[in-house]
């Protein structure tokens, strides 16, 4: 079994480009762009692999490799999907997640379960629109209680009258 950590890392280095919103990319580009080739494989993925910013503030990014997008992004984002082969990765971006989730432009949800109750943050899923059905294709667990379910969404659910 894959710890979480290990399991993020697996993942990472999987992407073809990742995909950020601003908030996460201002917290991940000063931490993770700055480590060193070989220091941490999760450094080493978004350090060589495209990263493409959804960001209307964010003009000249400083993360070598990040290009932003602007104007309709509904649009950019399908081109960057429609390639051929390419694996688009979100981590974190709440944000971003939940617009691309109402737009039906995620394919795949990988969601990294930690054994720890939270009393406060900002949920993940929003408590308003639309529902969505989701498909478990893979879970596992590792010896600390972590897991890893990942989910095909399949439209909106339908519920018995």
């Avoid at 490799?65 to 992004?73: E, K, M, P, R, Y």
């Avoid at 109402?102 to 639309?130: K, N, S």
Wanted: no cysteine; proline share 7%; hydrophobic share 40%.
């Amino acid at each position: 079994m894959h710890t979480g950590v290990a399991f993020r890392g697996h993942l990472a280095e999987r992407a073809d480009a990742f995909l950020f919103g601003r908030r996460t990319y201002d917290i991940f580009a000063p931490y993770w762009g700055a480590m060193d080739r070989g220091s941490h494989p999760i450094a080493d993925a978004l350090n060589t692999t495209p990263k493409y910013l959804a960001s209307t503030t964010i003009t000249d990014p400083q993360w070598a490799d990040t290009t932003v997008l602007s104007g309709d992004l509904a649009a950019a984002i399908g081109e960057l999907k429609a390639d051929p082969g390419g694996e688009l990765q979100v981590h974190g971006s709440g944000a971003l997640i939940r617009w691309l989730l109402d737009h039906d432009l995620v394919d795949e949800i990988q969601l990294i379960i930690v054994p720890v109750v939270l009393g406060q943050g900002t949920r993940l899923f929003p408590d308003a629109g639309p529902d969505i059905a989701l498909d478990l294709i893979d879970s596992r667990a590792d010896s600390k209680g972590v897991t890893v379910e990942v989910y095909r969404p399949t439209g909106r659910p339908q519920y018995p009258a």
